[in-house]
């Protein structure tokens, strides 16, 4: 089979996708999978794969309550505000947690998120709904490089900064790569039985950290069970843009709860806003400029492959959900998120990645649109400028944003399960009950391997395990 293009080509792959049926050269290595080619039906959407780098923009003119909003559809400003907004509420809790864990500056990752979430709209022709916040990934060999004792500023930054160049570099070559030949290979290496138990698993390994984050003590945990409560009702219970805005909507009755039960009846801890008080309007943060060690690059560099293959579930998620054929631009949104992590490591930030609680929300607003995350990124932009709005965000207390975590990475986990559904994986073969079974197990207790000194974290070692072991029982019959 040849691979699909991103050039020429990439409309007739699609095509060849559509409901008009499947072509009839689909990877067989899909179909050991257990997945029936003749059920995997994309939309053929003309003004999505019209030629162009950006898709035909078009306004949403169906009922909101009962239809997706489409990728290249927009809603009215207001609307498209306010959606906007909630995705940086969405995104906001991991971007500036995973910072703090690393000992960079939140503000200026809250600043490097929006920046490079736009520059991903742009580098991929608005044609992949996601955001780039913080990445996880990071942690484990950053403070190895560093030594970072866990609180306050990290004084070796500078060798981390340059270790996560070198890795962006190395992600973005490997999306070019995927431009030149189509991601065929990818797809071969990757089926649907290995991109759901990834997406599944990004859920469940961050389950425990949640969980841990709102157990200190019992008022916040029963004020982030209330928040789950509040944010399930709105899901539930009400209808059209009310409901879209589950997250946002959801997070501020917390928020007011909290204020009234913590700061005026004495339970818990108040809510402090003197930080507010004497924040600045405007400032920026702090820039840091990266330094190049070999030793810190060896530890750091092979994070890239562990974004693609993150990342692949994101994308396979965002598909299944969409109903439209968008891995024919992988390689533009694997070059995007590695160019974007060079660029933010270049100033001081993190390395990025497209962000599971963004397709999370996507999964449960069903607003696709990509135009939100260009405003989720301009607000998060304003932020990063403004010290006064980041302490503003900053009030929010730990178990709200734990609570709200909850329902998000559960949504990612069912996520990967819906890859499972939607490609029709056959699960009466053992072959995909095992890769399944193990990926999900090792992947949620996060079971560790180290080659030599990098630590594959969990989440890495159930990826490679699910390649491997796809890769030798679900081997393509000549």
């Not at 920026?284 to 693609?308: D, N």
């Not at 090792?442 to 030599?452: D, K, Q, R």
Request: proline residues 5%.
């Amino acid at each position: 089979m040849t691979p699909p293009s991103e050039h020429s080509s990439s409309s007739k792959a699609v095509d060849s996708h559509s409901s008009n049926g499947p072509s009839n050269n689909e990877p067989n290595a899909l179909q050991n999978a257990g997945i029936s080619s003749a059920k995997r039906q994309y939309t053929d959407n003309p003004d999505f794969e019209n030629g162009r780098w950006f898709p035909t923009w078009r306004p949403f003119k169906g009922d909101i309550d009962r239809n997706p909003v489409g990728i290249n559809e927009y809603l009215p400003p207001s609307k498209s505000l306010l959606l906007g907004v909630q995705h940086t509420f969405a995104m906001f809790g991991s971007t500036v947690l995973a910072p703090l864990l690393m000992g960079f500056d939140p503000n200026l990752a809250i600043l490097m998120s929006g920046i490079c979430t736009v520059m991903f709209f742009i580098i991929t022709g608005g044609r992949m709904p996601s955001y780039l916040g913080s990445s996880f990934a990071f942690i484990g060999p950053v403070i190895a490089v560093t030594a970072y004792a866990g609180v306050g500023f990290n004084n070796n930054l500078d060798v981390a900064l340059g270790g996560i160049m070198v890795c962006g570099i190395i992600y973005a070559l490997v999306g070019l790569l995927v431009m030149k030949t189509g991601t065929g290979w990818i797809e071969r290496l990757m089926p649907p039985i290995v991109t759901g138990a990834i997406v599944m698993i990004i859920g469940l390994n961050l389950a425990p950290v949640t969980i841990q984050g709102v157990s200190a003590n019992q008022f916040d945990a029963w004020m982030a069970a209330f928040t789950v409560l509040l944010i399930s009702g709105v899901a539930v219970f009400t209808r059209g843009m009310l409901r879209r805005l589950l997250l946002l909507v959801g997070l501020i009755l917390s928020y007011i709860t909290y204020y009234i039960v913590s700061n005026l009846m004495g339970f818990g801890v108040p809510i402090e806003f003197s930080g507010v008080a004497t924040a600045s309007w405007f400032g920026l943060p702090s820039i840091h400029t990266p330094r190049f060690e070999l030793s810190a690059i060896i530890l750091i560099a092979p994070v890239a492959f562990i974004l693609i293959a993150e990342n692949l579930g994101h994308f396979k998620a965002v598909e299944g959900m969409t109903k439209t054929r968008v891995t024919p631009h992988m390689g533009k949104a694997f070059f995007a998120d590695g160019l974007a992590t060079t660029f933010s490591a270049g100033f001081g930030g993190t390395g990025v990645t497209t962000y599971a609680e963004n397709i999370g929300v996507m999964a449960v607003t069903k607003v696709y649109s990509t135009t939100i995350f260009v405003i989720a990124g301009v607000v998060a932009i304003l932020l990063g400028l403004s010290p006064k709005f980041g302490a503003v965000i900053q009030t929010i207390p730990a178990a709200l944003l734990g609570g709200a975590s909850i329902v998000v990475f559960g949504l990612i986990a069912i996520a990967g399960a819906k890859i499972w559904i939607d490609s029709h994986i056959d699960f009466s073969k053992n072959s995909n009950l095992i890769i399944a079974a193990v990926t999900v197990i090792m992947g949620t207790g996060n079971f560790s391997l180290h080659l030599g000194s990098f630590d594959l974290g969990g989440i890495g070692t159930a990826t490679l395990t699910a390649i491997i072991l796809n890769a030798l029982f679900n081997r393509q019959k000549g």
